[in-house]
């Protein structure tokens, strides 16, 4: 039996990855890891440019989208593989990559932004009550349109909390209610025309879909 890794390391891997956090590469760097630092670090500016790009032309709403979807699963990646003993010779995050994918810590990070996302959308139905949901079409007023709104939150929190513990369920429920916003999002192109809001989440749902769904046998 192999003798457990001494406390020490431990505690430099855990350094490591804080000063990561604070700083993408700063823990790779520590690690003399130079090669490794200093091309996250590079990555992180054009990222984080991008970004800001996006924030002019689209707005803050398309910002903080692009900053969740590609910003902050990269923020983590790196600050996880600052906490790696990974030689500087290796590809650069593709010993990390490889055991976020094994793990499935992806399809976790996937559950708590469901998480993130009924908590956003009850905070919305509380803060406007007068705001409707276009479903198919029609925006339903009184308790009709209150169940519309509310079966977000809620799908979203059963959602999240399934693929925390990667269960099989949660991805059937994923499926199905992703069926559902792809045809309700057709219907209300038909009925009310072009929108931004709806052609980014159609292409949105179509790519995040396809991701999960490459992902399937992760979940058991």
């Given at each position: 039996?192999?003798?457990p890794a001494p406390l020490y390391e431990s505690e430099r891997s855990t350094r490591r990855t804080a000063l990561?956090?604070?700083?993408?590469?700063?823990?790779?760097?520590?690690?003399?890891?130079?090669?490794?630092?200093s091309m996250i670090l590079f990555v992180t500016v054009c990222l984080l440019a991008a970004g800001v790009a996006i924030g002019r032309t689209?707005?803050?709403?398309?910002?903080?989208?692009?900053?969740?979807?590609?910003?902050?699963?990269?923020?983590?990646?790196?600050?996880?593989?600052?906490?790696?003993?990974?030689?500087?010779?290796?590809?650069?995050?593709?010993?990390?990559?490889?055991?976020?994918?094994?793990?499935?810590?992806?399809?976790?990070?996937?559950?708590?932004?469901?998480?993130?996302?009924?908590?956003?959308?009850?905070?919305?139905?509380?803060?406007?009550?007068?705001?409707?949901?276009?479903?198919?079409?029609?925006?339903?007023?009184?308790?009709?349109?209150?169940?519309?709104?509310?079966?977000?939150?809620?799908?979203?929190?059963?959602?999240?909390?399934?693929?925390?513990?990667?269960?099989?369920?949660?991805?059937?429920?994923?499926?199905?209610?992703?069926?559902?916003?792809?045809?309700?999002?057709?219907?209300?192109?038909?009925?009310?025309?072009?929108?931004?809001?709806?052609?980014?989440?159609?292409?949105?749902?179509?790519?995040?879909?396809?991701?999960?769904?490459?992902?399937?046998?992760?979940?058991?």
């Amino acid at each position: 039996m192999n003798p457990p890794a001494p406390l020490y390391e431990s505690e430099r891997s855990t350094r490591r990855t804080a000063l990561s956090l604070l700083l993408p590469g700063a823990g790779q760097l520590v690690a003399r890891r130079a090669r490794h630092g200093s091309m996250i670090l590079f990555v992180t500016v054009c990222l984080l440019a991008a970004g800001v790009a996006i924030g002019r032309t689209a707005g803050a709403s398309a910002e903080v989208f692009y900053f969740v979807l590609f910003g902050l699963p990269w923020w983590l990646l790196q600050a996880y593989d600052a906490g790696l003993n990974v030689p500087d010779s290796d590809p650069p995050l593709r010993a990390s990559l490889r055991r976020v994918l094994d793990r499935a810590l992806d399809v976790r990070y996937l559950g708590l932004l469901f998480l993130l996302t009924a908590l956003m959308d009850l905070y919305i139905i509380l803060v406007n009550p007068d705001y409707a949901l276009a479903l198919f079409c029609a925006k339903p007023k009184g308790l009709v349109g209150l169940l519309a709104k509310i079966q977000s939150p809620t799908i979203h929190l059963l959602i999240g909390v399934g693929f925390l513990g990667i269960r099989r369920w949660a991805l059937l429920l994923y499926l199905a209610y992703a069926a559902f916003g792809f045809l309700n999002a057709t219907a209300n192109f038909a009925c009310f025309g072009y929108g931004r809001v709806r052609m980014v989440f159609a292409l949105s749902l179509v790519a995040f879909t396809a991701y999960i769904w490459s992902r399937r046998r992760r979940f058991v």
